[in-house]
C-alpha cells in the first residue's frame, strides 16, 4: 500500500513540475516525506526542485514589488497607493517566511537526522540556502540569528564533504561555495571574505577538472562559471589595497 501511495506522489510531483504548479508539487513532496523518513535520491531532488521554485517564485515577485516602492519613493509618487504596496508587500513575506519555515522545520525534524553522509550534506545545503533567503527580508534583530543558522549549516555540510574527502569538483561543494559566498556578498556585505570562498572553491575545482567524468564535467562547469561571474564583479568592488587578482 505505502509503495504504491509512494508512486503516486512521485509521479503527481512530477506532473505538477511539469505544469509549474509548484504550490502542488511541494504537497505531494511533502506527502512523501509523511511516507519515509529517509527520502531516495528521486524523492530528495524533487523536494528541492518543489521547494525552491515555490520559493523562487515569490523571491521574484519581493524583488519586483520592492523595487517598485523604490522607484515611486524617488519620485515622491506612492501617494495614497502607500499603504497597498506595504500590504502587498507584507503578504509576500508572509508567504516566504512561511514556506521557509516550513521546509527548514522537515529538515531539522525529520530528514537531516535520519540520513546517510551524502544526503545529510545535501540537506545542510538546502538548510543553508532558506535561511539565506530569510535573511533577505528579515527584520534586524531576525537577521543576526538567520545569518548565523545559515553560516553553521554551510560549514558543518563543508566540513561532511571534507570527511569524506569529496574532489574539489563536487558539483554539491561548488554549489554550498557559491551560495555561501553570496551569503557574505549580499547578506552580510563583506566582499573580501566572498571573494575569498568563490576564489579558493574555483582554483580548487579548476585543479581537479581534468580527470572528473564526463557526465558530472557539465554541472561542475556550469557552477564554477556561476562563481566566476561573481567574482569578475566583486573584485572591481574590493576595496583598495586588496588584491583584485589574487
Not at 531576525?142 to 564533504?161: D, K, P, V
Not at 556585505?189 to 571573494?195: F, G, H, L, R, T
Amino acid at each position: 500500500m505505502a509503495d504504491n501511495k509512494r508512486e503516486e506522489y512521485i509521479y503527481m510531483a512530477k506532473l505538477s513540475e511539469q505544469t509549474e504548479r509548484f504550490d502542488e508539487m511541494v504537497e505531494y513532496t511533502k506527502k512523501l516525506v509523511g511516507l519515509s523518513r529517509e527520502l531516495k535520491d528521486e524523492e530528495r531532488n524533487l523536494l528541492s526542485i518543489a521547494y525552491k521554485n515555490y520559493v523562487s517564485q515569490r523571491r521574484t515577485a519581493w524583488r519586483a514589488i520592492t523595487a517598485y516602492e523604490t522607484k515611486e519613493k524617488n519620485k515622491n509618487t506612492l501617494g495614497k497607493y502607500a499603504e497597498t504596496i506595504r500590504y502587498y508587500k507584507k503578504n509576500i513575506e508572509e508567504e516566504m517566511e512561511k514556506s521557509c519555515n516550513e521546509i527548514i522545520q522537515i529538515l531539522d525534524e525529520t530528514l537531516i537526522k535520519n540520513s546517510n553522509q551524502d544526503a545529510k550534506i545535501f540537506y545542510l545545503k538546502m538548510r543553508g540556502d532558506y535561511y539565506r533567503y530569510l535573511c533577505e527580508f528579515s527584520s534586524p534583530d531576525q537577521l543576526e540569528t538567520y545569518t548565523s543558522e545559515a553560516i553553521q549549516s554551510y560549514e558543518e555540510a563543508n566540513q561532511l564533504l571534507d570527511q569524506k574527502n569529496a574532489r574539489k569538483d563536487d558539483a554539491l561543494r561548488l554549489g554550498i561555495a557559491l551560495n555561501y559566498s553570496v551569503l557574505y556578498y549580499e547578506i552580510k556585505d563583506d566582499i573580501v571574505k566572498a571573494c575569498e570562498i568563490a576564489r579558493k572553491a574555483f582554483q580548487e575545482a579548476l585543479n581537479d577538472l581534468e580527470d572528473l567524468e564526463e557526465e558530472r564535467y557539465k554541472d561542475s562547469t556550469t557552477i564554477m562559471q556561476l562563481i566566476r561571474d561573481n567574482l569578475t564583479v566583486w573584485q572591481n568592488e574590493l576595496p583598495e589595497g586588496q588584491d583584485r587578482n589574487k
